[in-house]
Every structure is written in C-alpha cells, then in structure tokens.
C-alpha cells in the first residue's frame, strides 16, 4: 500500500466543535457591558442623529457629567470586590461639598480642601471600624450613616446653599479645563488609572479580592481581612469627599442635595461593569463603561424628549438589569 493511502481522512468536524467549546467556555458576562455600551450608542446615533447627539460638544458632555458618578464608581468597585456594600457615598459628597465651601470663605483655598477631605476621613474610618471591628453588616451600618450626614450638612447650612466665589478652587474642581479637556474629566481619568493599576498590579488589591472571594481562605495565607474591610470602607469615604469637591467645583456652590442618589447609580456602574456583587472579583475600567453607559443613556433620554419621571424609571429599570447581571463566583 501506498504511503499516501496510509495517510487519515481529515477531520472536518474538528474546527466547528473547537469553535463552540469556545463560544460555550467564553463569559459573555465580563464582556457584556462593552457589548451594550456599543449597541446603545449605535440606537442613539441613528435615533437621534438630527438632536445633536454626535457631536463633539455633546459627546464630551456625557464624559462631563458622568465624570463625578465615576469617580464615586471607582470607591464603590472596592468596597464590592471585597463583599461589602457602601450607602453613604451621596450623602458623603454632599457634607463634603457644604463643609468645603464654608470652609473656603471663612480660611481659603488649602483649609476649604482640607475640611472636605476631612469628611470623607471621619466617615470613611466610622464606617470601616464599625464593620471591621464590631462586625456590623456594612449595609446596615453605611444606610444609617446616609441619613447621619444628609442631616448633619442641612442642619449646619439650615438648608441653604454656600456659595463658593474662590476662583482658584471653581477651576480645579469642575468648571475649568486643562487644555482643550475639561477638567472634571482629566479626575476622572486619574481616578480610573490609579484604581486600575492599584487593583490589578498590586499587593493590596490582590488582598481585597481575595478577601471578597472567599474570607476564610485570605485568612488563611496571612490576610488581615478586618484591616482590608476598614481600608476600602475607608478609601470609599475619601474618594466620594473628592467627589463632593468636584460637585462644589462645577456648581460654585455646596448643598446638602450634591450627591442625592449617586450611591445607586455607582452601585449600577459597578456591577455592569462586570465586578461581582459577590466579591471577589472587580473591573475598574468596566466600571468606567458601565458609567459612561448609565450618561449615555440619560443623555439619550433627554435628547428623546423623556421627562424626569421617565428618566428615574430607565434609571431602575438599569440598576435591576445590573443585579440580574451580576456575577456569581
């Protein structure tokens, strides 16, 4: 026999059930979001092509106006990853904006900073301590806290607005720009690289999603899992202070309202964006999509035409979608 009649007849099967083990193993789910991302910017293009929405002053408006809720967004992705929940964060801008603005026009620029920056502090730490240390469900405790700092910034503003008239604090915290970028966006850029790179690329970050994944297991190979849960309770505190800031900056005023609400619509950036509701896993570059999406999607909406109440309802109907969505380890 010939040495060609030895040689077997091809498989022409093999590449199709490759290609469906493939399909079959792929998590649609860490990439769902960029998926919706793109399908509904597309709706929008073709919807509303004649109300302006591709172009570049709009476009940058989305990433203006979505610049704050990420920023809180990436806070809340650790606190996630790590099991835990925050409901403090609106509320936390809020008292940050009021105290830095009082601050601002009895001190100046460095001490209004720093009294904003300080709220964040206080809250933060009480949060982190009373779930790491006397073990109180942190939904129960950031819930409380919530009302605690909605109260106290109406109570010491006797619910009026603090103007802020210092120039100086107005353009580095949201109405200036640096360059042709505005510069509510250059912070949020910041906020997502450096939460990219610390979750990712570093001890720390390791720690919070194994702490997240499984705790008894992270305590096992030498994780403080009570240290790990005051610092991203702690870390979500400063950034939604920073996000007050921002608030104060961009509407040259601080108000006990700034912040209303945000705590849901970073909780819904986080899960679309593909962190586990369940800890132990998290995407701060997701988050970053799942918030341009939640913009992009009230950008839409106002272009279309649709009211506020209309608008709180699509804003639910996401935040369900997001925990139908989220990811079970």
């Known amino acids: 026999m010939s040495k060609a009649n030895t040689i077997a007849p091809r498989d022409?099967?093999?590449?199709?059930?490759?290609?469906?083990t493939i399909l079959?193993?792929?998590?649609?789910?860490?990439?769902?979001?960029?998926?919706?991302f793109v399908v509904v910017f597309l709706f929008f293009a073709v919807l509303l092509r004649d109300q302006g929405f591709l172009s570049p002053n709009n476009l940058l408006n989305i990433f203006r106006q979505t610049a704050t809720i990420t920023v809180i967004a990436v806070g809340m992705t650790y606190v996630i990853a790590c099991a835990e929940i925050d409901?403090?964060?609106?509320?936390?801008a809020g008292l940050s904006s009021v105290c830095t603005a009082m601050a601002l026009s009895q001190w100046g620029l460095i001490p209004g900073i720093l009294a904003g920056l300080a709220v964040g502090l206080v809250v933060g730490s009480v949060n982190g301590a009373l779930v790491?240390?006397?073990?109180?469900?942190?939904?129960?405790?950031?819930l409380g806290m919530l009302g605690i700092a909605v109260g106290v910034a109406q109570w010491i503003t006797a619910s009026a607005p603090q103007p802020i008239l210092n120039d100086t604090f107005n353009t580095l915290f949201g109405s200036g720009n640096f360059g042709p970028i505005p510069g509510l966006v250059v912070w949020s850029a910041i906020f997502v690289a450096i939460g990219a790179v610390v979750l990712n690329r570093t001890r720390f970050g390791r720690q919070v999603l194994a702490t997240g994944g499984n705790r008894n297991a992270a305590e096992f190979t030498g994780i403080n899992t009570k240290r790990i849960k005051f610092q991203v309770l702690l870390i979500s505190g400063m950034v939604a202070?920073?996000?007050?800031?921002?608030y104060a900056g961009r509407l040259e005023s601080g108000r006990f309202q700034w912040g209303a609400g945000d705590e849901l619509s970073a909780i819904a950036a986080v899960i679309l964006g593909g962190t586990?509701?369940?800890g132990g896993f998290g995407s701060i570059v997701g988050t970053l999509f799942g918030a341009l999406l939640i913009g992009l999607i009230n950008n839409g909406l106002i272009l279309a035409g649709l009211d506020?109440?209309?608008q709180q309802v699509v804003r639910g109907v996401i935040i369900i979608l997001a925990v139908a969505l989220a990811r079970k380890k």
Do not use: H, N
Request: aromatic share 12%; charged share 10%; hydrophobic share 45%.
């Open 12 to 20: 022409t099967t093999a590449a199709p059930r490759q290609f469906g």
């Open 276 to 278: 586990s509701l369940f």
């Open 241 to 246: 202070s920073v996000a007050g800031m921002l």
């Open 308 to 310: 506020s109440s209309q």
């Open 87 to 92: 409901l403090s964060v609106g509320s936390v």
């Open 24 to 36: 079959k193993e792929l998590d649609w789910r860490r990439y769902v979001i960029y998926i919706g």
């Open 132 to 142: 790491s240390l006397l073990g109180i469900p942190s939904f129960l405790v950031t």
